[in-house]
């Protein structure tokens, strides 16, 4: 074992610290959705990319992935929503706790530089074209992309959040580029995000959140014929490409989501919802 800069380092994970885990959202049925920031001195996260977590103290075998949704240097930023038992030891972590983490991992959105460290460089973003991007997020799917828009100016993007009741996670989104929509119409639009989205405004659509939104997406951008970039959440086991536990079906075959993705041009997937 050896010592990376505050976090110990054993094999692919780094042992790390909580440093707080804030409630942002809870309802029966609907579970817990937490903000949980981790003290990290490993490589920088490029938006998109995900870590591998698991409590020192986890009785499970494996980690779960979570992307990304912020970055600063020495901390990073995940938005946990608790499903099953993984995910609910997440959300119930108290900070001061050891945590394990392994990445990041995964590819990044098009049109950033993939250079690690360079989150500084807005320029790497293509805005050839006057039309702005549009980002959209189905529940904790906006996790990947509150990090991307760190990376935009505020004139280059709008904001898609899609939510069951309540929204979340939001803060740092400027009100004028956000949209909002809630099955339950509690706040914003009554629907989900396909029932009113037109891609036609926009040069190109990047989308994150449940399988059966971003089919809809894809058909929305494929008719408009606007360049759609998805992030999908397999279910996951190694996190690393090497147990084929992650694979999805794409048109030009199989791919592993946590090797290959889990970003792929929406066209190429072939969805199973
Ligand atoms: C690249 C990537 C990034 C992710 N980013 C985030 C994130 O930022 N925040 C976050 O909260 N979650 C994220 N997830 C999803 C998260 O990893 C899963 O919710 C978690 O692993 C579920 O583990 P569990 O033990 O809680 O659930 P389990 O006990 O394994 O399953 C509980 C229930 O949830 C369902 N389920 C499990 N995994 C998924 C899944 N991936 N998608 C849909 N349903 C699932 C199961 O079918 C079951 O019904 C991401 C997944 C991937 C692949
Ligand atoms: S999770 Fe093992 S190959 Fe992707």
Known sequence: MSETRGCTHDRAFLTCTIVANAPLFSKPGEGLVTEMAVGWEGPSPQPGQFFMLRLVRSGFLLARPI??????????????AERG???RELVQARPGEPIELAGPLGNTW???LAQKGNREDR???NLDNQKPLALLGGGIGIAPLIYLSNYLEPDTFHFYGGFRSSPYGLESIPKE???IATEDGSAGYHGRIP???NPERYRAVYACGPAPMLKRITELCSQAGVPCTISLEERMACGVGACLGCTIRTTRGNRRCCADGPIFPAEEVLFDV
């Open 195 to 197: 029932d009113f989205f």
């Open 123 to 125: 320029s790497s973003i």
């Open 110 to 112: 098009p049109g950033l």
């Open 67 to 80: 992307s990304v949704s912020g970055y600063t240097k020495g901390l990073v930023n995940f938005l946990i």
């Open 177 to 179: 580029v956000l949209t």
């Open 85 to 87: 038992k993984g995910s």
